[in-house]
């Protein structure tokens, strides 16, 4: 956890932040999150480990980056839909980040 607190840090003082975050913890990182969003990042949203409530400005902030919040899941899909999903972005993870 230090270590993703410090690389966090390190990504603020530089002012570029990251491009893609997968985030499958929620709403106890969620400022994190935004601080480390590069402008014109994408945050992916795949799990609420860390629960689903938040209090702040967290579309605010968004905006001001420009970023885009994507929400999605595996579980409520069925299970070959998930299969070959996984199976694609596995294959070709460069697809993954391409702008």
């Not at 409530?53 to 070959?80: C, F, M, Q, V, Y």
Request: proline residues 2%; positive net charge; contains cysteine.
């Amino acid at each position: 956890m230090a270590n993703v607190l410090y690389f966090i840090s390190f990504l603020c003082v530089l002012g570029k932040g990251v491009n893609v975050i997968l985030d499958c913890v929620g709403s106890s990182f969620w400022e994190q999150n935004i601080k480390s969003l590069a402008v014109d990042g994408r945050w992916v949203l795949y799990g609420l480990l860390g629960g689903g409530e938040i209090s702040g400005n967290l579309l605010g902030d968004l905006l001001k980056k420009r970023g885009s919040l994507i929400a999605t899941t595996l579980r409520s899909r069925p299970l070959s839909v998930s299969v070959i999903l996984c199976a694609i972005h596995f294959l070709k993870p460069s697809e993954m980040f391409r702008v």
